[in-house]
């Protein structure tokens, strides 16, 4: 059985995050470039192999997408398009950013590392990661 990826895609970097072989929690995997995030992606495919990939869709508070949508959507296709294998799912990914940023300060996180927004992206990607696997249990 094969991993599943959460992925945070923004306009400049893309957290990811991967699932534990038994697809019971996320673990934080890397935040690349927008640029690199294909590459990354194939390389990473030849290592382990992928089920699926979740993709959070930005919304705002009422259910319309958020600014990156677009840029998202174009991410989609294209990794359809790279991967036609891999299903991809999208994920609600309000309040991501909020509760990264709030889970670094809960597990002690000092305030310089907290600036890095690699980061908090990466784990954006575990957090919409996390909550699809706890959404979708077989």
Do not use: C, W
Not at 31 to 49: A, G, I, M, R, S
């Amino acid at each position: 059985m094969g991993r599943i990826m959460g992925i945070d895609y923004g306009q400049k970097r893309v957290g990811l995050a991967v699932s534990d072989p038994l697809r019971i929690f996320a673990i934080p995997l890397e935040t690349v470039t927008v640029d690199k995030v294909t590459d990354f992606l194939k390389k990473y495919y030849e290592d382990q192999p992928i089920d699926l990939f979740v993709v959070g869709y930005p919304r705002h508070l009422d259910n319309t997408p958020a600014q990156n949508a677009s840029r998202v959507t174009a991410f989609v296709t294209h990794l359809k398009r790279t991967f036609p294998q891999i299903p991809v799912k999208l994920a609600d990914e309000r309040f991501t950013s909020k509760m990264a940023f709030q889970a670094m300060i809960d597990g002690g996180l000092k305030k310089k590392d907290r600036r890095d927004k690699a980061t908090i992206d990466k784990v954006s990607a575990v957090i919409i990661l996390q909550e699809y696997l706890q959404n979708n249990k077989p």
